[in-house]
């Protein structure tokens, strides 16, 4: 069975300052999808990033960007220029298209320092 | 532009009583929908999902159901509550790769 682990249950970073959420998955698939969704307090699920297994490409929106790397079976999120308005619960997922179902990481909670 | 739409925003209620949570989606057709719920502090547990209408898969047996009686409209449902049904309740839709949009969500506190 498919699982997503995220080791990190909290992280805190400097304002502007870089920070790099990990991800790691188990799957014997070869097509499937990951995301990053962030939770702000106001607890409003959003997506942040996603990336399509089979494209190399890391994907990029704007601060947002990860790291990909699928034979390591790994997916962290960094994000750049940090804000104050970045803290939040972030939650990585997985999904095989067929399935239906997502399948999400236990959460990293991040705190941003003025 | 697809919405869509999750309510009550929070909701007290006695042990024992029934329970609707109601989520409606717009601009799309077919799509799958979903039931989370989330404990204080905690990650996403999946409770229910369809794939159309009238077809539910339940993840977790418990005292809730869940019910799809139109393509766009999720109903969450109790006829008694629990104080382990506390939680913040989430919708959520997609149709495919994109990812989900979620609602808003609900709420929940038994008391």
């Known amino acids: 069975a498919q699982t997503v682990t995220q080791s990190q249950p909290e992280m805190s970073v400097q304002e502007a300052e870089t920070v790099t959420l990990s991800c790691t998955y188990d799957t014997s698939e070869s097509d499937y999808y990951l995301f990053w969704y962030k939770q702000p307090p106001s607890r409003q699920m959003i997506l942040v990033i996603r990336?399509?297994?089979?494209?190399?490409q890391n994907a990029t929106e704007n601060r947002f960007s990860v790291n990909f790397q699928k034979a390591a079976k790994s997916f962290s999120l960094k994000i750049s220029d940090s804000q104050l308005g970045d803290a939040a619960m972030y939650f990585c997922?997985?999904?095989?298209?067929?399935?239906?179902?997502?399948?999400f990481g236990t959460g990293t909670r991040l705190k941003v320092l003025a | 532009s697809q919405t869509i739409h999750q309510w009550p925003a929070t909701l007290v209620q006695p042990v024992g009583s029934p329970l609707s949570l109601e989520c409606t989606v717009e601009g799309t057709s077919n799509p799958n929908l979903y039931w989370y719920r989330q404990a204080a502090g905690r990650g996403l547990q999946l409770l229910f999902y369809s794939v159309g209408i009238g077809q539910i898969s339940s993840e977790v047996p418990q005292n809730l159901s869940a019910s799809r009686p139109q393509d766009r409209q999720f109903i969450l449902s109790s006829k008694k509550l629990l104080l382990s049904d506390s939680g913040f309740y989430l919708c959520?839709?997609?149709?495919?790769?994109?990812?989900?949009?979620f609602g808003s969500g609900t709420r929940l506190t038994v008391v």
């Open positions: 959520a839709w997609n149709t495919g790769t994109r990812g989900y949009t």
């Open positions: 990336q399509e297994a089979y494209k190399q």
């Open positions: 997922a997985y999904y095989r298209p067929g399935t239906y179902k997502y399948i």
